[in-house]
């Protein structure tokens, strides 16, 4: 099993007794990671209830206490002994917060690790009594690092974040990093051996995650208009999102519109961000942008594999996001409407997929407001130009 990322952060907290909590879109590789721990991180006893198997539903669902009893007698287990219980997709237990509270009050030798696919259902299941017990750590898709790192390429994974100026191996990344772009970092569709096989479990994932998972969680009855919405999103995606005009163009109302949004944004499949002030009552007033957090299912939601300006920038979103590499993430409007792409951590970053050289608007007007020099993030650097340029994979 592959090293993630993550695990990093991780791995202090593995041997405290907080309980963790990955949370995630589905098949973004929360059930491996939790066996990649029970592997290589725990010492002791250890035990893994996956609650897509009904008998383990049944079984903690009747109660902490025959659940205690159960890891007694099949794990031969008493209470002054360590063991580390993993239970994956816990919000599809009826009562998740009061077994796992008991558990850690009452338990203090069992390690409590588990997983949820969808943050609404953790939020209305998980209360707040969990609070100082519980951490929780969100699973993106595959970084770019680790991406290649599937692809067995760990010579290039280890030229991430780094300016290599070689031009063989910088054409070697690119080739890679423009897979990332058009099919995404989905586990199991980075390891598919080609293009078919790829397209194929991305409408799996389709399929399964948006079209039956989230609507039974939002409970959506609009089926119909729902699809469209869905499209129309990853249509517009790295755009302005305007609340009311979206709601015109699906035929549904406004609160339906913002309904739909935060389900989706709570299932993992979009994010939303805000523009760049330094005050932040201002950024949370205006339109934010949409992007995917994921490019290889937004390609497969509107069919089309194109490579284009839009997808690159949405692209360098989910290698900003994948990795962790930005505590905030905003984008930057005049109020002439020249825009920059992405504010990484108060430094402007425009995205194109070819850069002409030319000296742009937005970043002059940032730089005189914030003292900030810009930077172009490009496929194919050219010479002669006004500001540095880097390649993705360089950031």
């Known amino acids: 099993m592959i090293h993630r990322q993550v695990l990093d952060k991780i791995a202090p907290f593995i041997k405290t007794n907080d309980i963790l909590l990955f949370y995630g879109a589905r098949q973004v590789g929360k059930t491996t990671l939790m066996k990649i721990i029970q592997e290589k991180y725990i010492e002791t006893d250890s035990a893994f209830f996956d609650l897509e198997n009904p008998d383990y539903l049944k079984l903690i669902n009747q109660g902490p206490e025959l659940f205690i009893n159960y890891l007694k007698s099949y794990y031969a287990w008493h209470k002054d002994k360590k063991i580390t219980i993993f239970i ?24 409590l690790i588990v997983s949820g696919s969808s943050t609404l259902e953790i939020r209305n299941k998980l209360m707040d009594s969990l609070v100082g017990r519980i951490l929780k750590f969100e699973i993106f898709p595959l970084s770019f690092y680790e991406f290649l790192v599937f692809k067995n390429k760990e010579n290039l994974a280890i030229l991430t974040g780094k ?18 772009m058009l099919f995404g970092a989905y ?22 995650y948006i079209q039956k998972d989230i609507k039974d969680i939002g409970k959506i009855r609009e089926v119909e208009k729902f699809n469209k919405f869905v499209k129309f999103l990853a249509s517009q995606s790295g755009n302005l999102l305007n609340i009311s005009e979206l709601s015109r163009t699906i035929g549904v ?7 739909w949004l935060l389900l989706l944004e709570n299932t993992f499949v979009i994010k939303l961000i805000t523009p760049y002030y330094s005050n932040i009552r201002n950024e949370l007033k205006k339109m934010p942008k949409l992007y995917f957090i994921d490019t290889g299912l937004q390609n497969i939601i509107i069919n089309s594999f194109d490579k284009n300006g839009s997808l690159f920038e949405n692209s360098f979103f ?20 020249k825009e920059i792409d ?7 970053y425009e995205i194109k ?36 340029q880097y390649f993705p994979w360089e950031i």
């Open 88 to 111: 994956d997709e816990v919000q599809y237990l009826n009562n998740p917060t009061n077994i796992l509270k008991y558990i850690y009050d009452n338990y203090p030798n069992i390690k």
């Open 253 to 259: 109302a406004i609160n339906t519109v913002n309904d």
């Open 163 to 180: 300016n290599t100026d070689i031009e063989l191996i910088n054409k070697e990344i690119k080739f890679f990093y423009e897979e990332f």
């Open 342 to 348: 992405f504010i990484i951590d108060g430094n402007p």
């Open 187 to 208: 586990p199991k569709v980075v390891l598919a051996k080609n293009i078919e096989i790829k397209k194929t479990y991305l409408n799996q994932i389709y399929n399964t």
């Open 318 to 337: 989910s290698y900003i996001n994948n990795a962790y590499k930005a505590d905030k993430l905003n984008f930057y409007r005049t109020q002439d409407q």
């Open 353 to 388: 997929l070819s850069y002409s050289g030319k000296r742009l608007t937005a970043l002059e007007n940032f730089k005189k407001h914030y003292n900030k020099e810009g930077k172009i993030v490009c496929l194919n650097k050219n010479s002669n130009v006004a500001y540095k």
